[in-house]
Nanobody
Framework: QVQVVESGGGLVQPGGSLRLSCAAS????????MAWFRQAPGKQRVQVAT???????AYADFVKGRFTISRDSAKNTVYLQMDSLQPEDTAVYYC??????WGQGTQVTVSS
């Protein structure tokens, strides 16, 4: 059973940047799709970005042009670079694999 662990969350001011990491317990070359989701307080969990084994990326409209998903097979890690962060980006961010594994989440808070 694959496990994933997120890191990199924190408090950032509006307009700032953070980079989230999702480290997998197996080779990510064996995982078809990995994704980042987020869940804001009182709201449903929503998909933010996905990346395939072939490194094809896709984004939710609300992060296009601001967030970048990438993968490093040598480190078995997927990243989410988040730029131009806004208060509405405040949420717990979760890593997901197409095998159905979820991480524990990492809190991102955007506030002045």
């Amino acid at each position: 059973q694959v496990q994933v662990v997120e890191s990199g969350g924190g408090l950032v001011q509006p307009g700032g940047s953070l980079r989230l990491s999702c480290a997998a317990s197996i080779s990510i070359s064996d995982i078809n799709v990995m994704a980042w989701f987020r869940q804001a307080p009182g709201k449903q969990r929503v998909q933010v970005a996905t990346i395939t084994r072939a490194s094809v990326a896709a984004y939710a409209d609300f992060v296009k042009g601001r967030f970048t998903i990438s993968r490093d097979s040598a480190k078995n890690t997927v990243y989410l670079q988040m730029d131009s962060l806004q208060p509405e980006d405040t949420a717990v961010y979760y890593c997901w694999t197409s095998g159905g594994t979820w991480g524990q989440g990492t809190q991102v808070t955007v506030s002045s």
